[in-house]
Nanobody, 114 residues
Framework: QVQLVESGGGLVQPGGSLRLSCAASGFAFRNYPMRWYRQAPGEEREWVASSAAVYTTYSDSVKGRFTVSLDNNKNTVNLQMNSLKPEDTAVYYC?????????WGQGTQVTVAS
Protein backbone atom coordinates (compact mmCIF):
# COMPACT_ATOMS: atom_id res chain seq x y z
CA GLN A 1 0.00 0.00 0.00
CA VAL A 2 1.45 3.31 -1.12
CA GLN A 3 1.59 5.94 1.61
CA LEU A 4 2.91 9.48 1.65
CA VAL A 5 2.93 11.32 4.97
CA GLU A 6 3.95 14.97 5.16
CA SER A 7 5.13 16.77 8.27
CA GLY A 8 6.82 19.98 9.29
CA GLY A 9 4.28 22.65 8.45
CA GLY A 10 3.39 25.51 10.73
CA LEU A 11 3.21 29.25 11.22
CA VAL A 12 6.30 31.31 10.40
CA GLN A 13 7.03 34.98 10.00
CA PRO A 14 7.98 36.46 6.62
CA GLY A 15 11.64 35.84 5.95
CA GLY A 16 11.66 32.73 8.11
CA SER A 17 12.33 29.12 7.27
CA LEU A 18 10.55 25.77 7.50
CA ARG A 19 11.55 22.26 6.57
CA LEU A 20 8.90 19.88 5.28
CA SER A 21 9.33 16.13 5.11
CA CYS A 22 7.43 13.43 3.28
CA ALA A 23 7.85 9.83 4.41
CA ALA A 24 7.09 7.38 1.62
CA SER A 25 6.32 3.67 1.74
CA GLY A 26 4.83 0.92 -0.37
CA PHE A 27 6.89 1.41 -3.54
CA ALA A 28 10.50 1.45 -4.76
CA PHE A 29 11.34 4.96 -3.60
CA ARG A 30 14.64 5.18 -5.48
CA ASN A 31 13.01 4.50 -8.84
CA TYR A 32 10.56 7.41 -9.09
CA PRO A 33 10.75 11.19 -9.06
CA MET A 34 9.15 12.79 -6.03
CA ARG A 35 7.32 16.09 -6.27
CA TRP A 36 6.02 18.83 -4.03
CA TYR A 37 2.87 20.78 -4.86
CA ARG A 38 0.97 23.43 -2.97
CA GLN A 39 -2.55 24.78 -2.94
CA ALA A 40 -3.53 28.15 -1.58
CA PRO A 41 -7.13 28.92 -0.59
CA GLY A 42 -9.25 29.46 -3.67
CA GLU A 43 -6.42 28.54 -5.99
CA GLU A 44 -5.55 25.51 -8.07
CA ARG A 45 -2.88 23.14 -6.90
CA GLU A 46 0.47 24.17 -8.34
CA TRP A 47 3.72 22.32 -8.81
CA VAL A 48 6.60 23.52 -6.61
CA ALA A 49 9.57 21.18 -7.07
CA SER A 50 10.68 17.77 -8.29
CA SER A 51 13.56 15.57 -7.31
CA ALA A 52 15.01 12.39 -8.76
CA ALA A 53 18.37 10.69 -8.64
CA VAL A 54 19.78 12.83 -11.43
CA TYR A 55 17.94 16.14 -11.24
CA THR A 56 15.99 18.62 -9.23
CA THR A 57 13.76 21.29 -10.69
CA TYR A 58 11.84 24.20 -9.20
CA SER A 59 9.05 26.51 -10.15
CA ASP A 60 10.14 30.05 -10.83
CA SER A 61 8.25 31.26 -7.78
CA VAL A 62 10.45 29.29 -5.36
CA LYS A 63 13.73 28.97 -7.24
CA GLY A 64 16.64 30.16 -5.11
CA ARG A 65 14.62 29.96 -1.89
CA PHE A 66 13.49 26.33 -1.67
CA THR A 67 15.67 23.22 -1.80
CA VAL A 68 14.36 19.70 -2.31
CA SER A 69 16.39 16.68 -1.28
CA LEU A 70 16.01 12.91 -1.17
CA ASP A 71 17.05 10.60 1.66
CA ASN A 72 17.04 7.16 0.08
CA ASN A 73 17.98 5.51 3.38
CA LYS A 74 14.84 6.82 5.04
CA ASN A 75 12.59 6.91 1.94
CA THR A 76 12.00 10.58 2.61
CA VAL A 77 11.84 13.67 0.46
CA ASN A 78 12.47 17.00 2.16
CA LEU A 79 11.68 20.57 1.20
CA GLN A 80 13.78 23.25 2.87
CA MET A 81 11.99 26.57 2.52
CA ASN A 82 13.91 29.76 3.22
CA SER A 83 13.06 33.44 2.85
CA LEU A 84 9.39 32.62 3.11
CA LYS A 85 6.82 35.11 1.85
CA PRO A 86 3.13 35.51 2.67
CA GLU A 87 2.34 34.26 -0.83
CA ASP A 88 3.95 30.93 0.08
CA THR A 89 1.00 30.28 2.41
CA ALA A 90 -0.67 27.07 1.26
CA VAL A 91 -1.21 23.43 1.98
CA TYR A 92 1.85 21.56 0.75
CA TYR A 93 1.48 18.09 -0.74
CA CYS A 94 3.92 15.36 -1.57
CA UNK A 95 3.30 13.42 -4.80
CA UNK A 96 4.52 10.42 -6.70
CA UNK A 97 3.29 9.08 -10.05
CA UNK A 98 3.49 5.30 -10.28
CA UNK A 99 2.42 2.92 -13.06
CA UNK A 100 -0.67 2.09 -11.02
CA UNK A 101 -1.68 5.66 -10.38
CA UNK A 102 -1.00 9.09 -8.92
CA UNK A 103 -0.59 9.35 -5.17
CA TRP A 104 -0.81 12.26 -2.74
CA GLY A 105 -0.13 12.78 0.90
CA GLN A 106 -2.67 14.37 3.21
CA GLY A 107 -0.91 17.75 3.04
CA THR A 108 0.66 20.00 5.64
CA GLN A 109 -0.33 23.62 6.23
CA VAL A 110 2.27 26.36 5.88
CA THR A 111 1.23 29.83 6.97
CA VAL A 112 3.54 32.82 6.52
CA ALA A 113 2.32 35.80 8.49
CA SER A 114 3.61 38.38 10.94
Amino acid sequence: QVQLVESGGGLVQPGGSLRLSCAASGFAFRNYPMRWYRQAPGEEREWVASSAAVYTTYSDSVKGRFTVSLDNNKNTVNLQMNSLKPEDTAVYYCNVDLPQGRYWGQGTQVTVAS
